[in-house]
Structures are given as structure tokens and as C-alpha cells.
């Protein structure tokens, strides 16, 4: 049976960043990598809300990217 290891989180965070001539927004994002495994939703709304406040473009979304590996038991 395989199991998945979790290797490392990041924070992604998504700006608007201005609109296009159709209507639709022009979004940035920023990547935060090195987030403790162990962070709870709580924490990382926290800390993004943070990072939002000293930004420019005001924040769209806050999404954890995490990476598994998968091996073999």
C-alpha cells in the first residue's frame, strides 16, 4: 500500500492587479514557500491578512500549495 509523505507547504497569495479592456482582471500572484508544515488554516489567514495590509493590490485569494511524495510501504 502506498502512503504520501507531506514534503513542504506554500502560501500563494493573488492580487488584483488592474483590468483588461473585456472587463476581466489582471491578477498577480506571490508564492511564500518555507511555511511550517504544522500551520493551521487559522495561521495562514493570519499571516496572509498581514502580508495584505503592507501590499499595494488589494488581495483576491490565499491558497496553501502543498507537495506530497507517494512511496511504497
Not at 493573488?14 to 476581466?24: A, C, P, R
Amino acid at each position: 500500500m502506498a502512503e504520501k509523505i507531506q514534503e513542504k507547504s506554500q502560501l500563494r497569495m493573488t492580487f488584483h492587479n488592474g483590468d483588461k479592456e473585456d472587463g476581466t482582471m489582471i491578477l498577480k500572484s506571490k508564492l511564500y514557500p518555507n511555511i511550517a508544515i504544522a500551520s493551521s488554516p487559522d495561521a495562514l489567514l493570519t499571516a496572509s491578512e498581514a502580508i495584505a495590509s503592507l501590499q499595494l493590490l488589494p488581495l483576491v485569494e490565499v491558497a496553501e500549495v502543498v507537495t506530497y511524495t507517494l512511496v511504497s510501504e
